[in-house]
Protein backbone atom coordinates (compact mmCIF):
# COMPACT_ATOMS: atom_id res chain seq x y z
CA UNK A 1 0.00 0.00 0.00
CA UNK A 2 1.37 3.20 -1.08
CA UNK A 3 1.43 6.34 1.14
CA UNK A 4 -0.94 7.69 -1.62
CA UNK A 5 -3.59 5.31 -0.74
CA UNK A 6 -3.22 5.81 2.87
CA UNK A 7 -3.54 9.88 2.17
CA UNK A 8 -6.94 9.00 0.76
CA UNK A 9 -8.25 6.06 3.41
CA UNK A 10 -10.16 6.97 6.61
CA UNK A 11 -12.57 5.39 9.06
CA UNK A 12 -16.38 4.97 8.25
CA UNK A 13 -17.04 2.82 11.84
CA UNK A 14 -20.99 3.87 12.64
CA UNK A 15 -20.53 6.89 15.02
CA UNK A 16 -16.88 8.01 14.25
CA UNK A 17 -16.10 11.74 13.29
CA UNK A 18 -12.61 11.58 13.38
CA UNK A 19 -11.55 9.35 11.19
CA UNK A 20 -8.40 10.94 9.35
CA UNK A 21 -5.78 9.69 9.30
CA UNK A 22 -5.40 6.55 9.98
CA UNK A 23 -2.55 5.62 12.33
CA UNK A 24 0.02 3.10 10.41
CA UNK A 25 1.31 -0.19 12.31
CA UNK A 26 4.14 -1.00 10.22
CA UNK A 27 5.37 -4.89 9.99
CA UNK A 28 7.37 -4.54 6.67
CA UNK A 29 7.70 -1.76 4.15
CA UNK A 30 8.99 -2.48 0.90
CA UNK A 31 10.90 0.01 -1.50
CA UNK A 32 9.23 -0.55 -5.25
CA UNK A 33 10.61 2.00 -8.08
CA UNK A 34 8.21 4.49 -10.07
CA UNK A 35 9.72 6.92 -12.62
CA UNK A 36 9.37 10.45 -11.57
CA UNK A 37 6.28 12.37 -12.91
CA UNK A 38 6.30 15.71 -12.35
CA UNK A 39 3.26 16.80 -13.83
CA UNK A 40 1.86 13.89 -11.58
CA UNK A 41 3.27 15.16 -8.74
CA UNK A 42 2.01 18.77 -9.06
CA UNK A 43 -1.15 17.90 -9.70
CA UNK A 44 -1.74 15.86 -6.90
CA UNK A 45 0.25 18.29 -4.40
CA UNK A 46 -2.98 19.88 -3.82
CA UNK A 47 -4.94 16.46 -3.48
CA UNK A 48 -2.74 15.56 -0.61
CA UNK A 49 -2.90 16.23 3.59
CA UNK A 50 0.78 17.44 3.64
CA UNK A 51 0.84 16.65 7.28
CA UNK A 52 -0.67 13.16 7.40
CA UNK A 53 1.76 12.01 4.40
CA UNK A 54 4.85 13.62 6.44
CA UNK A 55 3.86 11.54 9.56
CA UNK A 56 2.88 8.53 7.35
CA UNK A 57 6.40 8.52 6.32
CA UNK A 58 7.81 8.88 9.77
CA UNK A 59 6.25 5.98 10.94
CA UNK A 60 8.10 4.25 7.82
CA UNK A 61 11.37 5.45 8.99
CA UNK A 62 11.52 8.28 6.06
CA UNK A 63 12.43 11.69 7.56
CA UNK A 64 13.01 13.93 4.57
CA UNK A 65 9.80 15.66 3.71
CA UNK A 66 9.71 18.74 5.37
CA UNK A 67 7.29 19.39 7.92
CA UNK A 68 5.59 22.27 5.48
CA UNK A 69 5.11 22.67 2.03
CA UNK A 70 3.92 24.72 -0.30
CA UNK A 71 2.92 24.59 -4.35
CA UNK A 72 6.43 27.28 -4.60
CA UNK A 73 8.89 24.08 -3.67
CA UNK A 74 7.57 21.93 -6.66
CA UNK A 75 9.93 24.03 -8.71
CA UNK A 76 13.08 22.59 -6.84
CA UNK A 77 13.42 18.63 -8.59
CA UNK A 78 15.21 17.83 -5.02
CA UNK A 79 11.34 18.52 -3.42
CA UNK A 80 9.70 16.21 -6.09
CA UNK A 81 12.33 13.53 -5.57
CA UNK A 82 11.78 13.47 -2.04
CA UNK A 83 7.88 14.04 -2.33
CA UNK A 84 7.75 10.92 -5.20
CA UNK A 85 9.48 8.75 -3.04
CA UNK A 86 7.47 9.26 0.08
CA UNK A 87 4.48 9.23 -2.34
CA UNK A 88 4.99 6.37 -4.38
CA UNK A 89 7.70 4.42 -3.99
CA UNK A 90 7.32 3.40 -0.12
CA UNK A 91 4.93 0.44 0.43
CA UNK A 92 3.37 -0.96 4.03
CA UNK A 93 3.50 -4.70 3.00
CA UNK A 94 2.64 -6.28 6.40
CA UNK A 95 0.90 -3.99 8.88
CA UNK A 96 -1.91 -2.24 9.90
CA UNK A 97 -4.34 0.98 9.91
CA UNK A 98 -5.39 2.00 12.87
CA UNK A 99 -8.67 4.27 12.89
CA UNK A 100 -7.81 7.05 15.38
CA UNK A 101 -10.81 7.55 17.59
CA UNK A 102 -11.95 3.66 18.39
CA UNK A 103 -8.55 2.03 17.98
CA UNK A 104 -10.09 -0.40 15.60
CA UNK A 105 -7.21 -2.06 13.53
CA UNK A 106 -7.60 -2.98 9.59
CA UNK A 107 -4.77 -5.60 8.48
CA UNK A 108 -2.58 -4.95 5.54
CA UNK A 109 -1.59 -8.16 4.31
CA UNK A 110 0.40 -8.56 0.44
CA UNK A 111 -0.21 -4.51 0.45
CA UNK A 112 -4.01 -4.62 0.20
CA UNK A 113 -5.61 -3.24 3.26
CA UNK A 114 -8.78 -4.43 4.17
CA UNK A 115 -11.42 -1.91 5.37
CA UNK A 116 -14.52 -4.33 5.98
CA UNK A 117 -16.45 -3.21 8.57
CA UNK A 118 -18.37 -5.78 10.54
CA UNK A 119 -22.02 -5.49 10.48
CA UNK A 120 -22.40 -3.83 14.20
CA UNK A 121 -19.72 -1.11 12.73
CA UNK A 122 -22.08 -0.31 9.62
CA UNK A 123 -23.85 2.80 9.38
CA UNK A 124 -27.58 1.86 8.41
CA UNK A 125 -30.04 3.33 6.15
CA UNK A 126 -33.39 2.92 7.71
CA UNK A 127 -36.72 3.77 6.09
CA UNK A 128 -37.27 6.96 7.78
CA UNK A 129 -33.56 8.23 6.57
CA UNK A 130 -34.65 7.03 2.69
CA UNK A 131 -37.91 9.18 3.05
CA UNK A 132 -35.82 12.30 3.95
CA UNK A 133 -33.74 11.85 1.56
CA UNK A 134 -33.57 14.90 -0.94
CA UNK A 135 -36.03 14.49 -4.12
CA UNK A 136 -34.71 13.77 -7.57
CA UNK A 137 -33.92 17.81 -9.22
CA UNK A 138 -36.55 18.99 -11.52
CA UNK A 139 -36.29 17.96 -15.07
CA UNK A 140 -34.83 20.87 -17.61
CA UNK A 141 -36.78 22.77 -19.23
CA UNK A 142 -37.83 21.27 -22.94
CA UNK A 143 -36.67 17.83 -22.00
CA UNK A 144 -40.89 16.99 -21.82
CA UNK A 145 -41.74 18.39 -24.94
CA UNK A 146 -38.76 16.94 -26.79
CA UNK A 147 -39.43 13.26 -25.49
CA UNK A 148 -42.95 13.87 -26.41
CA UNK A 149 -41.54 14.39 -29.50
CA UNK A 150 -39.85 11.37 -30.19
CA UNK A 151 -42.40 9.09 -28.90
CA UNK A 152 -44.53 10.42 -31.24
CA UNK A 153 -42.45 9.80 -34.13
CA UNK A 154 -41.51 6.68 -32.97
CA UNK A 155 -45.50 5.44 -32.94
CA UNK A 156 -45.96 7.05 -36.36
CA UNK A 157 -42.86 5.07 -38.22
CA UNK A 158 -44.25 1.99 -35.99
CA UNK A 159 -47.43 2.95 -37.50
CA UNK A 160 -46.11 3.16 -40.78
CA UNK A 161 -44.46 -0.30 -40.99
CA UNK A 162 -47.88 -1.75 -39.71
CA UNK A 163 -49.41 -0.25 -42.67
CA UNK A 164 -46.35 -1.46 -44.95
CA UNK A 165 -46.87 -5.16 -43.73
CA UNK A 166 -50.50 -5.00 -43.85
CA UNK A 167 -50.60 -4.53 -47.39
CA UNK A 168 -47.74 -6.94 -47.96
CA UNK A 169 -49.97 -9.34 -46.05
CA UNK A 170 -53.44 -8.54 -48.19
CA UNK A 171 -51.39 -8.66 -51.50
CA UNK A 172 -49.97 -12.38 -50.40
CA UNK A 173 -53.67 -13.21 -49.08
CA UNK A 174 -54.86 -12.15 -52.74
CA UNK A 175 -52.58 -13.97 -54.71
CA UNK A 176 -53.18 -17.18 -52.40
CA UNK A 177 -56.50 -17.20 -52.96
CA UNK A 178 -56.49 -17.07 -56.34
CA UNK A 179 -54.17 -19.74 -56.34
CA UNK A 180 -56.47 -21.68 -54.29
CA UNK A 181 -59.29 -21.44 -56.59
CA UNK A 182 -57.34 -22.07 -59.32
CA UNK A 183 -56.33 -25.42 -57.81
CA UNK A 184 -59.62 -26.03 -56.19
CA UNK A 185 -61.51 -25.36 -59.87
CA UNK A 186 -59.51 -27.72 -61.26
CA UNK A 187 -59.39 -30.82 -58.85
CA UNK A 188 -63.18 -30.73 -59.13
CA UNK A 189 -63.76 -30.37 -63.03
CA UNK A 190 -64.24 -33.75 -64.31
CA UNK A 191 -61.93 -36.29 -65.80
CA UNK A 192 -62.68 -36.40 -69.45
CA UNK A 193 -62.15 -39.86 -70.72
CA UNK A 194 -60.81 -40.86 -73.85
CA UNK A 195 -63.40 -42.81 -75.72
CA UNK A 196 -61.67 -43.95 -78.38
CA UNK A 197 -59.25 -45.72 -76.24
CA UNK A 198 -61.60 -47.22 -74.39
CA UNK A 199 -63.71 -49.03 -77.31
CA UNK A 200 -60.13 -49.69 -79.19
Known amino acids: MRLLTHNMLSS ?12 IEVEKV ?6 LSPAF ?23 ELPEQADASMLDSEDFL ?4 HALLEL ?3 EGALICPETGRRFPVSKGIPNMLLHEDECIMMTVD ?3 TTDPPS ?3 PGIGLAREKALDGYSKAVEGIAKVKMKIMSKRK ?5 WLARNTKSSREPQQVNLERCTS
Open 12 to 23: NIKGVTNGFPLR
Open 30 to 35: VEKQVD
Open 41 to 63: LRNMFSKIEWKALVDASHSFGYA
Open 81 to 84: RKFH
Open 91 to 93: HLE
Open 129 to 131: KLK
Open 138 to 140: PQI
Open 174 to 178: QKFII
